[in-house]
């Protein structure tokens, strides 16, 4: 068996207040220039009001091209629709993996005016072998998620990936994917502690968003509510929450190592395919 090696905290990121789609207010944790750093992703947003005003707006219509997006709700409602008249609600819990490929048009609507709106969207890369393919999407409502039992009672809801649980491996809906995306919402309880693999050739971040988290690597650090712990090279994680207990997202992927080339919601490998996408979604052929 290789010796266990804890990720220690290489990098802390507080997310910063950002305006998106129909004036939503969000705090875009990582996401455009620097982001080649948490490579295979590209953005991870949070949202969270109950101020309607925050999220009412929406985000109307839009393209997307290259990349996917992870949309994992907490509380609320969220409709979306795309131009080929997919349409898919959002609950708590739920999560949309929507693959853009060659090109999707859509909308994310609130489907509430009064409460609590609060989650995630997280943007993935794919590889330039992937990213003209067809759109597709995975719409898991919230019993789809593989939940586990952490060694310390807490809870693994898994997304993505496969998670290694005190011996047992616990696999999440969504797998297969180039860039071996594991996704987990962990919530610990009060001095809770827990270690977990996280394979070597992975990309690994933190994003805490309710309580504290210690991660104990080689070195001790804290990560609080709204702050991201990029991880260093290991092959486990150690946690341990804080007296109010935590609830974090553990998010990690194998880094594609290509160029990327940005233009809002196109993400390409040069900016001759941007030009492309461009052309495309003037024209009406971005997602045809
Ligand atoms: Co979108």
Redesign the pocket.
């Known amino acids: 068996m290789a010796a266990v090696i804890k990720r220690d905290l290489v990098e802390k990121l507080v997310g910063r207040a950002a305006s998106d789609g129909d004036g939503v207010k969000l705090k875009r944790v990582f996401g455009g220039t620097g982001a080649e750093r948490f490579d295979p992703f590209l953005m991870l947003d949070e949202f969270g009001s109950d101020q309607a005003a925050d999220y009412v707006g929406g985000?109307p219509s839009?393209p997307?091209r290259g990349f996917e997006?992870v949309t994992y709700m907490l509380e609320g409602r969220m409709l979306h629709e795309d131009h080929l008249g997919n349409r898919g609600l959002l609950e708590p819990g739920g999560v949309q993996w929507m693959t853009a490929g060659r090109g999707i048009i859509?909308s994310?609507m609130p489907q509430q005016d009064a409460g609590l709106m609060r989650g995630f969207q997280l943007w993935v890369n794919l590889p330039a072998a992937e990213k003209m393919q067809p759109a597709s999407y995975r719409d898991l409502p919230a019993g789809d998620i593989t939940e586990c039992t952490l060694p310390g009672g807490g809870l693994a809801r898994l997304i993505a990936g496969d998670l290694g649980i005190s011996g047992e491996l616990c696999t999440g809906p969504i797998g297969g994917k180039t860039t071996d995306v594991l996704y987990a919402d962990l919530q610990l309880g009060k001095d809770e502690t827990c270690e977990l693999p996280v394979a070597s050739h992975l990309n690994a971040m933190l994003y805490g968003y309710e309580g504290e988290l210690r991660i104990e690597g080689r070195e001790e650090a804290l990560i609080t509510a709204g702050q991201l712990g990029r991880l260093g090279e290991g092959n486990s994680i150690a946690l341990r929450a804080g007296p109010e207990g935590a609830r974090v997202l553990l998010i990690a992927g194998k880094p594609l190592r290509e160029p990327i080339v940005q233009y809002g919601p196109f993400v390409m490998n040069s900016r001759e395919e941007i030009e492309q996408a461009l052309r495309d979604f003037r024209s009406g052929q971005l997602a045809s």
């Open positions: 985000f839009h997307h997006t859509h994310e």
